[in-house]
């Protein structure tokens, strides 16, 4: 129907795509106000492997569909490294 016509076209616009990414960089950023400032604290509450998978599967999206430049992912490369490094090994590529 032609809602969901126009629902198709906006999101294949740019500024959709750009909305987005960086909704997508606010979301890494709080993953990493997380680990930096409440890890010890999840730890404690025996919550952070909930939140190691949230961050696994974030990332694997993120990496599918390149949401996030290569720059905005430096402040948690000890993180994301492996994250990817696992993904592109279960694509095969």
Do not use: W
């Not at 906006?10 to 795509?17: I, K, R």
């Not at 949230?54 to 430096?74: A, D, Q, S, V, Y």
């Amino acid at each position: 129907d032609d809602d969901e016509a126009e629902a198709l076209r906006v999101f294949q616009t740019p500024q959709f795509a750009a909305l987005c990414g960086q909704i997508f960089r606010r979301l890494f950023r709080v993953y990493g106000i997380i680990y930096s400032s409440f890890f010890g604290t999840l730890e404690a509450l025996q919550m952070a492997p909930h939140l190691n998978t949230c961050f696994k599967h974030f990332m694997f999206f993120c990496t599918e569909f390149g949401l996030l430049p290569e720059r905005e992912m430096e402040p948690l490369e000890v993180l994301v490294k492996p994250i990817r490094k696992q993904y592109h090994l279960s694509k095969g590529k």
